[in-house]
């Protein structure tokens, strides 16, 4: 069995900063790559970051230049530093990991349970 488990949202003024973590636990052989999408009511999941396993990352246009996706490999924990937050980065925020379990063939898509930011004056 393996869980995400997000933390780091919340509550913050436009122009300011948080950084979300997303940990995986369980039974863990290897993690391919580790995403953050969001969501908010009635709109489409938007991928906002993605982190290969060797460091490659990509973002939406919407987020280049304010925010950074890292990961700790020895930890199988991704971060999404994010900077200049606007009030339309309100969205719930979920990561998405790709992993091997210790015993399977194939790599499987976990998520996490997400976490809400909410960017308001």
């Known amino acids: 069995q393996v869980q995400l488990v997000e933390s780091g949202g919340g509550l913050v003024q436009p122009g300011g900063s948080l950084r979300l973590s997303c940990a995986a636990s369980g039974s863990i052989f290897s993690i391919s790559n580790m995403d953050w999408y969001r969501q908010a009511p009635g709109k489409q999941r938007e991928l906002v970051a993605t982190?290969?396993?060797?460091?490659?990352?990509n973002y939406a246009d919407s987020v280049k230049g304010r925010f950074t996706i890292s990961r700790d490999n020895a930890k199988n924990t991704v971060y999404l530093q994010m900077n200049g937050l606007k009030p339309e980065d309100t969205d719930v925020y979920s990561c998405n990991a790709g992993v091997l379990s210790s015993g399977s063939l194939y790599y499987q898509s976990y998520w996490g349970q997400g976490t809400q930011v909410t960017v308001s004056s």
């Open positions: 982190i290969g396993r060797g460091g490659s990352t």
